[in-house]
T-cell receptor, first 112, second 115 residues
Framework: AQSVTQLGSHVSVSEGALVLLRCNYS??????LFWYVQYPNQGLQLLLK??????LVKGINGFEAEFKKSETSFHLTKPSAHMSDAAEYFC??????????FGSGTRLQVQP | ETGVTQSPTHLIKTRGQQVTLRCSSQ?????VSWYQQALGQGPQFIFQ???????GRGNFPPRFSGLQFPNYSSELNVNALELDDSALYLC??????????????FGQGTRLTVV
């Protein structure tokens, strides 16, 4: 079975600081990996996805993630945090049944 | 292009009752997946419908059932509601049976509270 683990349920950064949200995956086959963002009382919005075309994936709102097979990681980064980035972030992997398996989420807080 | 819409947005039901949640998929999408998101957790896959047939199911009991209609809209039905069914229910639409790399577009969700 495939799974993802998000390290850190809460991350707090200052506005303008680097954002790093961690995700490690477990998969017996090459995975498809996704990062989603969820704002309060809203659904999920796709930030970016890895589909084996390139290991460094650029997404919306200045986010990017790097697929590292040797570390089984797919960490999400943004060079400079903005107040509007405060939200819940979910890493997800496909399961082969064409469903997404999500991590437990990381709540990002941005301090002024 | 119309996005994924879900109705109702909020719902309160009594334990033991039945509930039906509705989802209209994004224009051009033929696949709908349903997820349950309990408070403070990530979404959990319930099932997926592709061209009106169930195309995969997560670890949910049979009292969770669904339908997909010819226009690709979908319903999630839950019978004999339990308190633990209280959650945000998310619908996601995609193309072609949700082939692994295809993006899933999510609706705003239905917040179900069971009392």
């Amino acid at each position: 079975a495939q799974s993802v683990t998000q390290l850190g349920s809460h991350v707090s950064v200052s506005e303008g600081a680097l954002v790093l949200l961690r995700c490690n995956y477990s998969s017996s086959v090459p995975p498809y990996l996704f990062w989603y963002v969820q704002y309060p009382n809203q659904g999920l919005q796709l930030l970016l996805k890895y589909t084996s075309a390139a290991t460094l994936v650029k997404g919306i709102n200045g986010f990017e993630a790097e697929f590292k097979k040797s570390e089984t990681s797919f960490h999400l980064t943004k060079p400079s945090a903005h107040m509007s980035d405060a939200a819940e972030y979910f890493c997800a992997v496909n399961t082969g049944r064409r469903a997404l398996t999500f991590g437990s989420g990381t709540r990002l807080q941005v301090q002024p | 292009e119309t996005g994924v819409t879900q109705s109702p947005t909020h719902l309160i039901k009594t334990r033991g009752q039945q509930v039906t949640l509705r989802c209209s998929s994004q224009s051009g999408h033929n696949t709908v997946s349903w997820y349950q998101q309990a408070l403070g957790q990530g979404p959990q896959f319930i099932f997926q419908y592709y061209r009106e047939e169930e195309n995969g199911r997560g670890n949910f009991p049979p009292r969770f059932s669904g339908l997909q209609f010819p226009n690709y809209s979908s319903e999630l039905n839950v019978n004999a509601l339990e308190l633990d069914d209280s959650a945000l229910y998310l619908c996601a639409s995609s193309l072609d049976g949700g082939a692994d790399s295809n993006e899933a577009f999510f609706g705003q969700g239905t917040r179900l509270t069971v009392v």
